[in-house]
C-alpha cells in the first residue's frame, strides 16, 4: 500500500445529489479495491486559474488514501470516461502507507496551521483569486547597514 | 541623495521564508503561499529575487508546477498587465 492524494474537479453545475454520487463513487471505486481512505475533503466551488473544458468554475473534491498502484490505476481510468470530471491529480505521497503516521502528522499539522492563522490574524480574508500585491519585487531593499559599499 | 541608496554591491542576502518559519509549509493546494511567489503574470520568481534556499526554491517550483495542472494557479495571466 502506498500512501496518495488525489485532488480532482468536478463539474461545478451538477446538482448536490450528483456531486455526492459522484465523490460516493471514486471513493467506492477505492475502498472496494481494499484501499484506505484517510480524509475526503469536499473543498467546493472555486473559482479555476484557467479555462478548463469550458469551466469557470469547478467543484475540488480531494482523497487521501493508501491504496494499492493497481487500484489507483483503475481509479483514474475511470475519472478519464466519467465526463462528470473535469481534471484530476494524483501525487504519491509516500511509498509506505502508515495510518497511524498519518493520523499524528495530521495533529501536528494542524497545531502549526492554527499557530500560523493566529499569528495571521491581522486579517486577510479568504478569497482566492485576489491579486494580492505582495512586496515581491525588491528583496535587497530593506535597509542594512553592514555593507558599507554606498558612495 | 536617496535616489542612489539602492546602488549597491551586494545587499545581504534575505533569508530563505521557509527555512526561517518552519510552519510555513510548501503545499500544492495552498495557491495563496504560492501566489506570493509569482509574478502577477503567473510565473515563478527566480530564486535570486525570492530569497529563497535550493531546496525550498526546488520544493516550491514542483508545488507550483502542481497547482498550475489542477488550475489552482494559472500558467499565464491573461488580465492585469
Not at chain 1, 448536490?16 to 475526503?40: P, W
Not at chain 1, 502528522?105 to 483569486?129: I, L
Amino acid at each position: 500500500m502506498r500512501h496518495y492524494e488525489t485532488l480532482f474537479i468536478i463539474n461545478p453545475d451538477l446538482s448536490e445529489e450528483e456531486t455526492a454520487s459522484v465523490v460516493e463513487k471514486f471513493s467506492t471505486i477505492l475502498t472496494d479495491r481494499g484501499s484506505n481512505m484517510v480524509k475526503v475533503d469536499q473543498w467546493g466551488r472555486r473559482r479555476l486559474a484557467y479555462e478548463v473544458k469550458k469551466f469557470n468554475k469547478g467543484f475540488y473534491v480531494l482523497f487521501e488514501y493508501g491504496a494499492t498502484p493497481e487500484a489507483v490505476a483503475e481509479m483514474e481510468r475511470i475519472f478519464k470516461i466519467d465526463e462528470r470530471v473535469i481534471r484530476y491529480m494524483t501525487v504519491k505521497k509516500d511509498d509506505l502507507f502508515d495510518a497511524e503516521a498519518i493520523a499524528r502528522a495530521e495533529a501536528e499539522a494542524a497545531a502549526k496551521a492554527a499557530a500560523r492563522a493566529a499569528r495571521a490574524e491581522s486579517g486577510q480574508d479568504e478569497d482566492d483569486d485576489e491579486e494580492e500585491e505582495a512586496p515581491r519585487r525588491r528583496r535587497d531593499e530593506d535597509d542594512d547597514e553592514e555593507d558599507g559599499d554606498e558612495e | 541623495m536617496p535616489g542612489i541608496r539602492r546602488k549597491r554591491g551586494f545587499g545581504r542576502r534575505k533569508v530563505c521564508r521557509f527555512c526561517a518559519d518552519s510552519s510555513l509549509i510548501i503545499d500544492y493546494k495552498d495557491p495563496r503561499t504560492l501566489r506570493y511567489f509569482t509574478t502577477e503574470r503567473g510565473k515563478i520568481i527566480p530564486r535570486r529575487i525570492s530569497g529563497c534556499c535550493a531546496r525550498h526554491q526546488r520544493e516550491l517550483t514542483e508545488a507550483i508546477k502542481r497547482a498550475r495542472q489542477i488550475a489552482l494557479l494559472p500558467f499565464a495571466a491573461s488580465g492585469g498587465v
